[in-house]
């Protein structure tokens, strides 16, 4: 043998080689055949019926009869899948009802039926975000009734045996199956005729790049995702914080809505939990504000029960033994179910004796957690402050038609907040022991619609375009404009007519008592504008509100001299070179005005609105809940200071720290009534532990 023929038998045995090395490997990395379908009919029946999927897919999950607010978050989770129309769905269930397994199971039925192609999911944080696409990694490589009925999207899956770089080279009928198993992406296999083919899962933290989410594809488009699912995206921290709130909601309204291609809409799934009034969750879940959005909150207890001394007597003997208690609730349990509506009732623990006591340990064991996860209802207290919700407030309504008050109510205020282009204004009058009513608001100039914000356009101003001067580089209104539209509305006010109820022939008109001006930074505005309407008068006065802070001086403890008068938490002083004023602490009337709209109407000392319509004071009861407290502390005491929410109007929350500081000016005594809100409960079972 020449060696020629060696080198050739020895190119030829190299060639044999790697061809059966190329076979081999091909045959390792080919998937086809698919197993069959095993059960046609029941996957058939699952591709419209999401319960139905639910339950026979994953019956270790799901194991339970579901409760009334599963039936129905399902059926939504159902419809706004199919009906791929930008639908947007906000839940908030009770904490251990299931949501996360129920979201992320679903968006597995979603990219097995096609229902959804491209799903993006938004975590807290990156790694939050990968915890649910960690859960449908598990259902798709272990579920076996899963590979059973969709071979087609699961096999390729499962074939990757948890290593992820066997996705590079995995075939089907000899093509790239393009499959991708990422931690935080799937890509599923394109396989032909499959309606799972090619679809992808991914996942971000809300606060991340949002361009990198457009998908390029091998032909220069751009893959654009049809469905996204925010997960729990505000933390404890952010939720607290109001500015971060605030960049969260811009954040879903904008980058994340703005994935969607032009003329199309995103289908949104926000599984949320509330964790104090108008956080990221409270907005999105409130109908009123996010029409668009389908809000869904729910409660572990929808009804509390009846009898809570029992409950009281039963959370003392469960501080020192939870089997006593459990004795006591079984000796009294008839008494103690009376009134209570449980959601769930197969959700209890195997130590407990049915769903109420389960739920009412939550209860007992930390009520402010239970209201926030469990009832997502969470406190209305920021340190000790109540803010009353601005749908709780627009429903406090009296009947009285607008400028009527009852014939108790003899004292009449008035207070304008005064700004360079439109002025706001309130008037209020009160019964010696400080119940209230509202009897007008509005703006000068008035506005032609009911509903709007400052800083819409269209708005009429007190100054035309060409009327506003050249100062700084800026057009600015001049002065002596504002001051014109102030005096206005004084002789407006002073000159109206305001009734008494139940006069008959409408001969009684009440005389406004007080009427104090906001001074602001430019008090010569105020005292400009006092002289041309009514000159010199103790009826009509500036005032300044004054933040007082914990690290700050009280009031009461600031200097005695000649000249200045002290009252409840305001002073009359006469600064150097202005007139006589009033300078109210705004921080303290703030909690005032959200403690008297928290009244029930005919409670004494509470405040109300006229009219039978809550939508008329729509626009009055957002501003009051326009701002929110928070707890500041020093060596000494401890003050709410209140912070204004990013893009929100206070003006007639002013107004009404007005009307109501101009009434104690007056005379008329506070009285503040507590309200028996369930946070009274536990201290009166702190006072029975005590016995």
Known sequence: MTQQNTKQQGERHRELVARRSREKSASVREIAP???IRNPQRRIKARTDLQFFLKEYFPNKFNLDWSSYHAEVIKKLQKIFIEVDGNKLAIAMPRGSGKT??????????????HCRYLIIFGASKSAANGIIKIIKSDLENNAALLEDF??????FVKLG????????????GEKTEVEWKPDSITFGKIAGSLSSGAMVVTAGIEGAFRGKLKAMPDGSLARPDGIIFDDVQTDASARNPDRVTKLESIINGSAAGLVGPGEELTMVMACTVIQQNDLSDRFLDRENYSQWHGLRYKMIEQMPANLDLWLEYKEIRKNDAVAATMFYKHNRKKMQEGAVVAWKDNFSPSCIDALQFAMNKWADNYESFMSEYQNDPLRLTGDALVTEAKVIRSRLNGLEEHT????????????????????????????????????YGTYPKQRRRYFRKSDSGLITLCRDEDMIMTGGRKQVPTGIII???AALIKDLLAACWYVDGDADGTEHPVISKILIDSGGAPEIAEGAIRIACGRTNVVMPSKGVSIRAVGQPMAQWKRKPGRKFGNRWIEDKPQNRTRMYFVDVNYWKEQVHKVFSETPGNRGGMTLWGRDPEQHRLFSEHLNSEI???????????????????RD??????????????????????WQEKPVEKEIINLAKAWGKR
């Open 34 to 36: 698919l197993p069959p």
């Open 101 to 114: 397994s129920i979201v992320a199971a679903s968006a597995i039925w979603a990219l097995l039926f096609g």
């Open 151 to 156: 071979p087609e999207g699961v096999y390729p």
């Open 162 to 173: 948890g290593q992820a770089l066997r996705a590079r080279g995995q075939l089907y009928l």
């Open 405 to 440: 008050l009852p014939r108790e109510a003899a004292t009449l205020t008035a207070f304008i907040d005064v700004h360079y282009d439109v002025l706001y204004y309130a008037v209020a009058g009160f019964a010696d022991d400080f119940t209230g009513y509202i009897i007008d």
């Open 484 to 486: 014109d539209g102030v």
């Open 629 to 647: 407290p928070k707890a500041s502390r020093s060596d000494e005491r401890e003050v709410n200071e209140w912070q204004l929410i990013p893009n």
């Open 650 to 671: 206070n003006h007639f929350f002013d107004c009404a720290v007005g009307v109501m500081a101009a009434a104690s000016i007056c005379g008329v005594r506070e009285h």
